[in-house]
């Protein structure tokens, strides 16, 4: 009876011979035993787990107790080192750094609010500036940053759109200054030559603005009226004479009140028109014990004022005297000037043109406002002695 087993149609022909064959090699020719091998190549990668497991499995390798006293002093130890390393760092070095850098920022930040100030406050250079400031990381770096030259640029544009904006009819304009009373009127093109040679240092503390101006009348004496050398269109600046200690005041202005009025008109007293002169020469002719003395006078009596109201009247040739007595006021103000002789109590009526609210303070303070001459607005004469002054 044959026994032998079907054969498994999974397996493919000759499968079962294979198998056997393989049997009998392998116990004719056993293998070599490898573990014993690999014990001495493992053994050291076997320390270094046993190391590390004695740190990271304390509970499963058994430590002395000198040894964790040591290990605990290592710790203790290297906490207080670098505690003292990072104070020493935060102290000496970081926070020092950081105070002055703050310092540095705020003192860009007040720079950049002077010169970026009134109609420029929220320009967007302003906030690109601010922002740079804000992000800066040293001291350096904040004061390299250049605030002058772009704000300088910037109120130059907006000054000169001002200007052409705020004119009145004679080409003026009134540049006002920031924390002064000081108001001036000057035309256009004087006012384009301040913006050309300022910076924002200067640009940011004026602005322009139209010109609203009244003509006021001011009775003043001889010292106030600016010795009487004004003239009709002379341009004077106006200060004020005022101490008092009432209210414990007292005036130390070394600004104008007031810069840039223009004299519209101007009157001395009727009594310095009152002409009454004698000119009397005389000669004396000696022959032998005869003496003869020989006189010759003139005379001349008039009145300045009389003559104008003859000329009106036809009695006398009107563009003639009006010619002859044109600015005779300010010719006999300027003779006594040569001949440093003069009539000191002389008193003059002004007409003086000023911004509309001025007019208060100019009729409350007439007795106090002292009226002078600018040298950059000096008459003829006052030039010609200047310069002769400085050519010695």
Known sequence: MNNKK?????????????????KQISEEFPKPNKKEGLEDELSPLK???????????????????????????VIITTLIVLTLIVSAYYFIIYEPSQEQLSIAKTTKLNELHDLYSG????????MLLENKINDAGSREEIESINIITPATKDWKSFHKKSINTNQDKYNRTMAVYENESKNT??????AMKIINENDATVLSKIK???????????????LQAGAGLVKVGSVVDIYSNFNSTEDNYTSNITEPEISGCTVLSIMRYEENGEIDSEY??????????NTNPH???????SDVLEMIKGAIVKGYDENKTFEMLKSYGVKLSNYERQINLGDLDAQYMLLIEVPQEKVNYILNNMDNIVLTIPTSEAPDWMIKEISSTYQN
């Open 208 to 222: 322009f603005e139209e010109p609203n101006t009244v003509s006021v009348p001011i009775l003043v004496s001889r």
């Open 295 to 301: 006189e010759n006078t003139q005379g001349f009596s």
């Open 280 to 289: 009397s020469k005389t000669k004396m002719n000696v022959k032998g014990n």
């Open 185 to 190: 009127i000057i035309s256009a093109s004087e």
């Open 6 to 22: 079907p054969r498994d149609p999974l397996y493919p022909r000759g499968f079962e011979e294979t198998r056997e064959l393989r």
């Open 47 to 73: 320390k270094l787990n046993h190391k590390i497991g004695v740190y990271l499995s304390p509970k499963t390798t058994e430590i002395s107790d000198d040894e964790k006293k040591r290990k605990i002093g």
């Open 119 to 126: 109609a420029l406050a929220t320009s967007p250079n302003e």
